[in-house]
């Protein structure tokens, strides 16, 4: 049996054992998956971007309280409870990351991508960030200051990403397509408009 | 198509950023025990996220013993995250290691079986039956 099927049937008997003594249900470990395979997702982080993006007074809000300001648009939730927004600028690029573990903003983002999760980023990321979000494909200017974040139990990061050029003329709902998760983590750019 | 139409379909969502949220259905099933045992008051998250980086410390520790590279492909999150959630629950005094080992027993001889009658179904289907 491989490590992995191993570990597989670990957890079908973690789960089998907890229903039995009537601890948990299957029906609400199903409820828990289910939002966070469908319902939960980068999708809200990048609802709260455009609206920064598109009105004044809700970024200085979000940046002065990211979960109250997040709230007002129905986004937090489990383990979102501090969300701190950190915000790119000209001259400065944020980076998150969790060195001990894998703390995300969940109720923003959904849940981390596999190589956030992963040794090597935990432990580079710090270390030399601009070698990292290169490796991920952004190269960011030489003279850009880059901030990490390394998250805990207790503070989670969401970035807001610059708002791309050219896209004055569009509507906030336009502009949460151009979001993408990882300019959210900080390792890459809002996508530039399709011309 | 509009140009905003045009940046709807042509723009990388968030939402198809590529990755699966879980590789296998386990990792589903080991992150939501964790939740759902939060939620229902059965503990701190705080206090699993201890367990769960404790379990990652000492992945890590073994792992620079043996002089192997940070990646080395052993790694697997959801295997800490399932040993994280074992621990918390021995210690937690809701489950014990004893009682585990024999549902585990139990469950990896049903699949046993299981494999038999796949075996047996597909020799009949061969047969044309």
Redesign the interface.
Known sequence: MS??DE????????????I??G??TSE???R??ST??HDV???R??RVVARAWTDEAFRARLLEDGTAAMAELGVGG??AEHVIVVENTPDTHNLVTCT????YPWGVL??P??WY????YR??AIREPRAVIRELGTELPAETRIRVWDSS?EVRYLVLPMRPAGTD???EE?LV??????S?IGTGLA?E??A | MSAADAIRAEATLPRSNGELVFEEPWQARAFSVAVAMTEAGRWEWDAFRDRLIAEIGAWERERDAAGAAPDDGTWSYYARWTAALEAALCEHGLIDPAELDAVQARIAHQQAHEHDDDHDHGALRDRGL
């Open positions: 490590d992995n570990v597989a049937l670990r957890m079908r008997a973690i789960e089998a054992l907890l039995e003594k601890i948990l609400v470990v199903d828990v998956a966070y395979e997702g980068p999708l982080g990048a489990f383990v001990l573990c894998s703390c959904g849940l991508p596999a999760k992963s040794p090597e432990a580079r139990a003329g569009l509507a336009d397509g151009l979001v993408t998760r990882d959210m996508a408009p399709v």
